[in-house]
T-cell receptor, first 112, second 118 residues
Framework: DGGITQSPKYLFRKEGQNVTLSCEQN?????MYWYRQDPGQGLRLIYY???????QKGDIAEGYSVSREKKESFPLTVTSAQKNPTAFYLC???????????FGDGTRLSIL | AQKITQTQPGMFVQEKEAVTLDCTYD???????LFWYKQPSSGEMIFLIY??????QNATEGRYSLNFQKARKSANLVISASQLGDSAMYFC?????FGGGSNYKLTFGKGTLLTVNP
């Protein structure tokens, strides 16, 4: 079945460490997105990409980096510069601007 | 100013009754889209319904309907015949503009936690 796969489901980061969250889609969607969700809050956009080898910062990009080398993959790196990385991270994809975004099951990141 | 406002942090409804979840939005664009998503406790985001700003009829999808009042800038979600499985967080989101990169972005409200009582 087509969908979005995020891994790992749970991730723990040590102080000063970079960690990478994986997002893969087999929906053949052009656009992909990364959101952060804090407890009791809505989703905030970190980065998004409309096509391969191109991406734009969202509302809270500081301390994060992304790459889009393949259409189906959009990994997110949480760098040591992100001082408060504990959150739920959701990856999404969509085809056209008025089509709904499809989401993965999310990755919960915590600090050790 | 917030672009999406959901004023109800929590709502309760009896099983089999209807419930309305409020959403107001703020935009100066003529072309925009409004989405509702459901987030169960497991965390995944499930798309429910979409309304485009130029759509003349209110959107419906099964037990979900969107009460779109453009002049009031409101896009309330109506769930009919509530079921226990409807208990979840519900998010309203907006896509602004048309053409160009930024309009792929969605802005989300803070959500409403719906609890369906047996």
């Amino acid at each position: 079945d087509g969908g979005i796969t995020q891994s790992p489901k749970y991730l723990f980061r040590k102080e000063g460490q970079n960690v990478t969250l994986s997002c893969e889609q087999n929906l053949n969607h052009d656009a992909m997105y990364w959101y952060r969700q804090d407890p009791g809050q809505g989703l905030r956009l970190i980065y998004y990409s409309q096509i391969v080898n191109d991406f734009q910062k969202g509302d809270i990009a500081e301390g994060y980096s992304v790459s889009r080398e393949k259409k189906e993959s959009f990994p997110l790196t949480v760098t040591s510069a992100q001082k408060n990385p504990t959150a739920f991270y959701l990856c999404a994809s969509s085809q056209w601007v008025d089509q709904p975004q499809h989401f993965g099951d999310g990755t919960r990141l915590s600090i050790l | 100013a917030q672009k999406i406002t959901q004023t109800q942090p929590g709502m309760f409804v009896q099983e089999k009754e209807a419930v309305t979840l409020d959403c107001t939005y703020d935009t100066s664009d003529q072309s925009y889209g409004l989405f509702w998503y459901k987030q169960p406790s497991s965390g995944e985001m499930i798309f429910l319904i979409y309304q485009g700003s130029y759509d003349e009829q209110n959107a419906t999808e099964g037990r979900y309907s969107l009460n779109f009042q453009k002049a009031r800038k409101s896009a309330n979600l109506v769930i009919s015949a509530s079921q226990l499985g409807d208990s979840a967080m519900y998010f309203c989101a907006m896509r602004e503009g048309f053409g160009g990169g930024s309009n792929y972005k969605l802005t989300f409200g803070k959500g409403t936690l719906l609890t369906v009582n047996p």
